[in-house]
């Protein structure tokens, strides 16, 4: 079992729609959470930081933790073409070591 | 520019020569990463500097990573005698604490390594 799991997608929605991007984490030590965005080429950028349970929010982002269900989430709302991206899901389990899934690649049409 | 620099932004060698990656973080930041990602996969974490001190290192990192900090400014990361699985993307974050979390990671923009 890896980890830290995501589905690869890629997660199509139409402009305007909320995406849901999941992960799930098989460590139960694990005290923080992240989502970091990738566009093609780049280098990742940290969007959202989580580390109690319960929503975060971030003007159209939303991150949603269940520790008791191992369960991180990330919601885009209104989403817009650019933010095509692939999401990466991290977790930290009180060291320095980030754990990052494969990633979720959103793909929002016009 | 104040970001995370790395350099060189691609790197292609033959297989057994040997390559390095230099990387400034941005200037205040006391904690510098090297983490390496290959197509289709999340980084996977390599080694951690606090100041000039390395840390953490991950057992993926072979006798032939070594990584230095010497002043606790810059890093570079060599690796020796290449191999074809050493192809990837060699990502350097950086970030200060206390101040951030422990996962908020500032990154460069890679150094792309290709082993023919």
Known sequence: QKEVEQNSGPLSVPEGAIASLNCTYSDRVSQSFFWYRQYSGKSPELIMSIYSNGDKEDGRFTAQLNKASQYVSLLIRDSQPSDSATYLCAVNRGFQKLVFGTGTRLLVSP | ?116
């Not at chain 2, 990656?21 to 500097?49: A, K």
């Not at chain 2, 890093?75 to 990837?88: F, K, N, P, V, Y």
């Open chain 2, 1 to 116: 520019d104040t970001g995370v620099s790395q350099d060189p932004r691609h790197k292609i060698t033959k297989r057994g020569q040997n390559v390095t990656f230099r990387c400034d973080p941005i200037s205040e930041h006391n904690r510098l990463y090297w983490y390496r990602q290959t197509l289709g996969q999340g980084p996977e974490f390599l080694t951690y500097f606090q100041n000039e001190a390395q840390l953490e290192k991950s057992r993926l990192l072979s006798d032939r990573f070594s990584a230095e900090r010497p002043k606790g400014s810059f890093s570079t990361l060599e690796i020796q005698r290449t191999e074809q699985g050493d192809s990837a993307m060699y990502l350097c974050a950086s970030s200060f604490q206390p101040g951030q979390g422990p996962g908020e990671l500032f990154f460069g923009e890679g150094s792309r390594l290709t082993v023919l």
